[in-house]
């Protein structure tokens, strides 16, 4: 993936870029054009404006065409739009001012760059300012700073910091018209846009937050700052972006280090001033703007506690491989094909400016663009009429005429990669339907284009466009729609319209996206989180859910800054006087328990297990990759699990607490052998039944939210499960560790493939008989048991596994993450000191809950 | 701008009733940004409002209203802005004037007298007016009476508790029978939207309205607590347009009530041109129904040719 900016650069000297800044330099994937040469079926009607400069001349030139207005009298005649600009003077004003040139804002003052790069308008192919091009020295003098700061920041107090972030809020109003305006020409938005959504959601979004930090001491007593929070930001909504980035991360007490996208700073440099214009303490926010470079520099900072990202699912890839074994949490929020179903007893008028709103809001460059059309067959044509017709009236222009519904893209590259889809989608066989009107001449414009005949094989409904681009496709019944909805690596929203409430809230939940608008599109707010599944990413924006992005158990921090070691469930100290050696009457061979049953391993390989004075205590089956393999189908098989009523998966937990105290002395028997200590074997059986009892307890009572979003609707944040997910216990702690994650786990209604502790595998293998006989449906619970270095692997690397817990040594913490990229999994693997599996709150509790479920955002508005 | 032929009616199509969706939130969605998306300044804004001028059916519908009141409104309706004003604006010789001027019954001879000769018609509110609970006979006798006595247009009401009760046969066949009182007169049917309760019942009384041969459906009567806002006038727009695909007749458009600012006026033109198309913007498709928008319109007319605010008493009263 090399880095095709085409954006002139006047004085950056090619630096030697690493293969991960080049990648992120690229904000967005670039789908591979192939095929270009096919017969063109239609050609697409985009004007072909070279990227490049305009010379003045002919500006002026345009300028003076301008110019020759119509009468009043002929206007009257003909009842057309003429121009309805917005004046960019103050925004210029604002440019000069600085003298079109940006160093980067650090340790609250401004910081000149060594290296510069122009900024561009794209809709009129002017360059607007120079900013820094960051290094990373610029970079470490950020960190630097925000460090500084950070204790000040935390010790200001829930209260201290809320007075801040009200006062950004206020000054974002203040300053409401410039922000906009300079977001226009800088992004190429609609003003309409910029004016009434985005920055009213960025002030919207500081006060949410500035309430967050207030609450934070009550809502979140448990909860500490992470520290130094490195984000970067996408060029599709810079300053709402910037927003969702900030707020939570200042809310929770942390610093941050923003990188703004290339094409799109100057807004992030105007907040820069707010921050100043405030009085915010010097190093709280720091703004080093810069290419894909200076993005490396940020993820690869060592002192960076966390990487908050928003941008293409490729560098989102990029960025899990790079941070991989540093201990750095990470949020990512990447691309999406986000499907549009529609049908048949749908209002089809409101659904036509349903998808107005979810593909030509923002040129399409949305990450949850409803980008995919399934209609329901019957109603297929007479949609696909009523969208034409009203994507003929349709108007794109100047992003500063307040009459425009489509401003310009952002950059040649991506107007390119829009070209090279449409071209190849029509090639691949798809008609291409765009308006009759052609588009301003000058500029990067490319018109709202909509592509039918297209089927799920199809290049273009499969690869995320970024463009005014959308796909038709039809389907024919609520299953199969949920099907096609679903046919996709994404998962960040989707929209569902039907009239029938009863026909949407039953598609909602089945459709794998974080957020679901119901016969609505694209609406956000500070209260309800954002994020995705699968390739979409990981982390929500927005809610109490998004908060957690900020934020660590404080038994973690206070473990963290004493570097002390939690103790252990039992030591070498505490091992006692040994047993007689354990003699089986009848030979014992415990097996593999797969999809409910027992299984040999397919290698056919045992590894022997010792006791705890190293004396021969039995085998267990060696397991491989296809063991694995195996257990995660099985645990797909159990999805009817997850589907189930929660009151029953209670009801299955407390049966198998009783079958395990049915079966307590023999249990404590054997831990005693595997831990060497009576007291620490009864201690963790006893532990093991209060954890079955937890989370029996908590299988019907982790309930979602109905979040307060600012209109008409009831926006339900529903805690969902994730799936098939995998579990790798520590060697410590065999039982104890085993339940209290399985538990949490199948209690949220996950089925899971546990490797269990690799020094004590008996423990897991006498505990399947108990499964067995509990009524835990087969697939539920899949335990294969071996080399645990042989088995995470392909666990990590596993494309259908969603999620992968480890608890193993945290040199092994490497592998999963960088192997997690193949699917982008969510990963939860533990650093620092280990856990205290005896601990009520390092070893049980919501946090097992949250990282066991999807937070699903479903909005329904309501009236009739 | 060609005549078109009027709307002939269907039979009564239970099967498209059925079938009518109407989702209130998208469309209240879709009123509230429609406005933003399009902005007509400077030369189109006056241009614009001068049209706005010319759909306006001028109005005065009060238990007070005299011989002498109508006849200030009608000298109004002839030359609704002020010459000097249509001067500088280069349209002085486009004949602005209203739409047509609205009365009661009673006012008809008067107005028809002091518009004879101008081609500006008579509009009279009708068929029980406001409330349609007379006996449907004096209803079409008051039909036939205002048409003998010289009105081009009937406007109408509807008795609100066939929509409220969903009994659409009878509200099209009492709308049927209207439509014959009407003869050449052209039928404005008024749904009184604002006491139907939902936007559903608001696009089905549309429908039953159109298929019993309305020429126009209207919002409102000016006297219900609610009248004419945007989100009734999606609805009504767009079954005026599946109407207009399904039959291929034309349907006109008048909100009314409420509508007294010129900022208003062009959000209803916005409307109109985006939803309808421009052959909507004519006073043969669209009309507004007000009193007070003119004096707006008239005072932002002179702010575009003066740059100066102006005054009320500037513009000559009704």
């Known amino acids: 993936m090399a880095n095709r900016k085409t954006r002139k650069r006047k004085t950056t000297k090619a630096a030697k870029a690493t293969k991960a800044a080049k990648a ?91 290296e510069h790069f122009d900024v561009r308008d794209p809709a009129r192919l002017i360059d607007l300012a120079r900013v820094g091009q960051g290094t990373a020295e610029d970079v470490d003098a950020a960190v630097e700073a925000a460090e500084r700061a950070q204790p000040g920041w935390e010790a200001l107090g829930g209260h201290g910091r809320a007075r801040f972030l009200y006062a950004i809020a206020r000054h974002i109003q203040k300053h409401h018209r410039l922000l906009a305006v300079l977001e226009s020409i800088d992004n190429g938005k609609p003003i309409r846009e910029s004016r009434d959504i985005d920055v009213p959601l960025v002030a919207r979004h500081f006060y949410h937050h500035a309430g967050w930090a207030q609450l934070m001491e009550d809502e979140l007593a448990d909860f500490a700052p992470l520290g130094v929070v490195g984000q970067i930001i996408p060029w599709n909504f810079p300053l709402l972006m910037l927003a969702w980035k ?102 089809l008028d409101s659904v036509v400016e349903g998808v107005v709103d979810a593909i030509w809001f923002n040129q399409g460059q949305v990450c949850c663009a409803g980008s995919r059309i399934l209609a329901q067959e019957s109603i297929a044509d007479k949609l696909l009429t009523k969208l034409r017709e009203r994507m003929e009236k349709l108007r794109i222009g100047p992003p500063l005429d307040k009459a425009v519904d489509m401003g310009a893209i952002v950059a040649p590259v991506q107007l390119d990669q829009i070209r090279a889809l449409v071209q190849q989608g029509a090639d691949e066989g798809a008609t291409l339907w765009q308006p009759s009107w052609s588009c301003p001449a000058e500029g990067l414009f490319y018109p709202p284009t909509l592509l039918s005949d297209v089927a799920p094989a199809s290049t273009v409904a499969q690869v995320e466009i970024f463009g005014p681009v959308v796909v038709f496709m039809t389907f024919r019944t609520p299953s199969e729609a949920v099907q096609l909805a679903n046919n996709t690596r994404y998962g960040l929203a989707a929209s569902v ?63 963290k800054a004493r570097k002390t070691r939690a103790p252990k469930a039992a030591t070498k100290k505490s091992i006692g006087k040994a047993p007689p050696a354990a003699v089986e009457l009848i030979d014992r061979t415990p097996k593999l328990y797969i999809g409910g049953r027992q299984r040999r391993p397919d290698g056919g390989y045992s590894l022997v297990v010792q006791d705890a004075w190293g004396r021969r205590l039995g085998e267990v089956g060696r397991g491989n990759r296809k063991d694995v393999r195996d257990a995660v189908e099985a645990a797909h098989q159990a999805r009817g699990w997850g589907a189930g009523t929660a009151h029953l998966r209670a009801q299955v937990l407390y049966y198998l607490a009783e079958n395990l105290a049915a079966r307590r002395d023999e249990m404590v028997t054997r831990l005693h052998l595997m831990l060497g200590s009576d007291d620490a074997a009864r201690q963790e059986v006893d532990l093991s039944l209060d954890r079955l009892f937890t989370y029996a307890a908590w299988a019907d009572k982790y309930d979602g939210l109905v979040h307060a979003t600012p209109f008409r609707n009831v926006t339900v944040a529903m805690n969902e499960a994730i799936g098939a997910m995998g579990i790798v216990c520590p060697d410590e702690a065999p039982l104890l560790a085993l339940i209290s994650t399985v538990a949490p786990a199948i209690a949220m209604g996950n089925s899971v493939v546990v490797v269990p ?3 004590h595998p008996l423990a897991a293998t006498d505990f399947y008989q108990v499964l067995e006989t509990s009524d835990v449906p087969g697939g539920v619970v899949n335990i294969v048991t071996g080399l645990r270095d042989e088995l995470v692997p392909t666990l990590a690397g596993h494309d259908d596994l969603e999620q992968l817990w480890y608890f193993g040594p945290e040199s092994g913490c490497a592998e999963v993450e960088r192997l997690s990229v193949g699917n982008m999994k969510r990963t939860w693997c533990h650093y620092g000191p280990p856990r205290d599996w005896t601990d009520r709150v390092q070893g049980a509790g919501r946090e097992f809950l949250r990282q066991a479920t999807h937070v699903k955002n479903i909005w329904i508005p309501y009236g009739e | 701008m060609s005549a078109l032929q009027r709307n002939p009616g269907t039979h009564l199509d239970f099967d498209w009733l059925d079938s009518i969706q109407v989702n209130r939130s998208a469309i209240e969605r879709r009123c509230a940004t429609l406005p933003k998306r399009r902005s007509v300044k400077k030369e189109w804004q006056a241009a614009w409002l001068l049209r706005a001028v010319t759909l306006m059916d001028l109005t005065t519908l009060s238990g007070d209203d005299t011989p002498g009141k109508v006849r200030r409104l009608c000298a109004k309706a002839r030359q609704p802005i002020r010459q000097d004003l249509l001067e500088r604006l280069g349209v002085a010789d486009k004949r602005i004037t209203t739409g047509a001027v ?65 009994d659409w046969k009878t509200l099209y066949e009492e709308l049927s029978a209207m439509r014959q009182a009407c003869g050449d007169a052209h039928m404005k049917t008024i749904l009184a939207t604002g006491e139907l309760g939902t936007l559903r019942n608001v696009a089905m009384a549309s429908w039953v309205a159109m298929m019993a041969g309305s020429d126009f459906i209207k919002t409102s009567t000016g006297k219900e607590p609610v009248n004419a806002t945007l989100p009734v006038g999606l609805v009504m727009v767009r079954a005026i347009r599946q109407y207009r695909e399904k039959t291929g007749h034309w349907v006109g458009f008048k909100p009314a009530g409420g509508i007294r600012k010129a900022k208003q006026a062009l959000a209803w033109l916005v409307l109109m041109k985006e939803e309808l198309g421009d052959r909507y913007l004519q006073p043969d498709l669209f009309r507004f129904g007000a009193s007070s928008l003119l004096a707006d319109i008239e005072r932002q007319l002179e702010h575009f040719v003066t740059g100066r605010y102006a005054a009320h008493h500037h513009h000559p009263m009704a």
């Open chain 2, 102 to 166: 609205c009365v009661y019954h009673a006012l008809v001879p008067e107005a028809v007298r002091d518009l004879d000769g101008t081609g500006i018609p008579v509009a009279a509110v009708s068929a029980g007016f406001p409330a349609g609970l007379t006996p449907l006979e004096q209803r079409l006798d008051e039909i036939r009476a205002s048409v003998a006595a010289g009105a081009q247009e009937i406007d109408v009401v509807i008795r609100r508790q066939l929509a409220l009760t969903h």
């Open chain 1, 246 to 347: 900030i707020a939570p991360a200042l809310a929770m007490g942390n610093c941050v280090v923003l990188k703004p996208a290339e094409y799109t700073p100057l807004t992030a440099l105007l907040f820069a001033e707010i921050c100043e214009e405030i009085g915010l303490p010097p190093g709280v926010v720091n703004i080093v703007t810069g290419d894909g470079r200076t993005g490396a520099a940020i993820v690869e900072h060592p002192r960076i506690a966390k990487i908050a990202f928003t941008g293409s699912t490729g560098v989102g890839r990029i960025i899990r491989e790079a941070t991989a074994g540093t201990g750095k949490t990470l949020s990512l929020e990447l691309g999406g094909k986000s499907p549009f179903i529609v049908f048949d007893d749908a209002d």
């Open chain 1, 497 to 559: 319209w039907s009239e029938n409430v009863n026909l949407c809230l039953d598609i909602a939940p089945k459709i794998k996206a974080g957020t679901i608008w119901v016969n609505c599109t694209n609406v956000f707010d500070a209260a309800s989180g954002f994020g995705g599944y699968r390739e979409s990413g990981y982390g929500r924006e927005g809610g109490k859910e998004g908060l957690y992005e900020y934020c660590k158990p404080r038994w973690l921090a206070q473990a």
């Open chain 1, 24 to 114: 992120i330099a690229k904000k967005r994937t670039t789908a591979p054009a192939k095929n270009r040469q096919g017969a063109r079926k239609r050609r697409a009607s985009a004007p072909a404006t070279k990227a490049g400069r305009l010379p003045a001349k002919r500006l002026e030139a345009a300028k003076t065409a301008r110019t020759q207005r119509p009468t009043v009298a002929e206007i009257f005649e003909t009842m057309e739009y003429g121009p309805a600009p917005e004046s960019d003077a103050l925004a210029n004003e604002w440019l000069d001012r600085h003298g079109r040139e940006f160093g980067h804002y650090i340790g609250g003052g401004w910081v000149a760059a060594k």
């Open chain 1, 757 to 759: 502790s690799e020094r």
